[in-house]
């Protein structure tokens, strides 16, 4: 399956723990982007990297979420310190360029207890 | 601020017939638009896109307009049949100054009925 990779598909956590959600872009693909999506709404950016990069990191909280996306290996989004609010559907989509379509992952639904 | 608006919640079409879905947004900075197709616990499917210098695209099933001076897109399927039924996301970037970020709006959800 050469389609957008994000694991795990589900995660729960307990307030307060830290969450770790991956990304593996298409193939070919250096451009990566994380969006959140609450329920019965649409998707929200949160971050656009290319790797090793930060392009724009404005949609993301400005405490406890941080995304990476090293030279080998898969795009990490991390939240620290989950509280009850994060829980949501993050979304991670690639591209071959920043004018090109994305495509997207099937999702990490976070659930925190 | 909800920068692209989908007005209609839900849609209901029979097969065979002709499927309208609508988009309206407000930034007139916006110069590339996509609609997306998305299944239950699926991410979202890239399905045509149309970049402002055009006020068509079509492929296949499915063609999608776009009017600048009313700032609103719309996208048709015709025929339109039942595994087309998803919620469908219009979504709109504006490559000039916010590169790749794209604004979604809070989708169509599309049954279509045989």
């Known amino acids: 399956n050469a389609g957008v990779m994000q694991n795990p598909r589900h995660l729960v956590r307990r307030r307060g723990q830290e969450a770790r959600l991956r990304c593996s872009p298409m193939?070919?693909?250096?451009?990566v982007y994380w969006y959140r999506q609450l329920p019965e709404e649409g998707l929200k950016f949160m971050v656009y990297?290319?790797?090793?990069?930060?392009?724009?990191e404005s949609g993301m909280p400005k405490e406890r979420f941080s995304a990476e996306f090293p030279k080998e290996g898969p795009s990490i989004l991390r939240i620290q310190q989950v509280v009850r609010g994060d829980s949501a559907a993050y979304f991670c989509?690639?591209?071959?360029?920043?004018?090109?379509?994305?495509?997207f992952g099937d999702g990490t639904r976070l659930s925190i207890l | 601020d909800q920068q692209v608006k989908q007005n209609s919640p839900s849609l209901s079409v029979q097969e065979g017939r002709i499927s309208i879905l609508n988009c309206d947004y407000t930034?007139?900075?916006?110069?590339?638009f996509l609609w997306y197709k998305k299944y239950p616990a699926e991410g979202p499917t890239f399905l045509i896109s149309?970049?402002?210098?055009?006020d068509k695209n079509e492929d296949g099933r499915f063609t999608v307009f776009l009017n600048k001076s009313a700032k609103h897109l719309s996208l048709h399927i015709v025929p339109s049949q039942p595994g087309d039924s998803a919620v469908y996301f219009c979504?709109?970037?504006?490559?000039?100054?916010?590169?790749?970020?794209?604004?979604f709006g809070r989708g169509t959800q599309l049954t279509v009925w045989p």
């Open positions: 989509a690639s591209s071959k360029g920043s004018n090109q379509p994305q495509h």
């Open positions: 193939k070919g693909h250096s451009h």
């Open positions: 990297l290319q790797k090793e990069n930060i392009i724009d």
């Open positions: 930034n007139s900075m916006f110069d590339y």
């Open positions: 149309i970049s402002s210098i055009k």
């Open positions: 979504a709109a970037s504006d490559r000039g100054s916010t590169l790749g970020r794209l604004y």
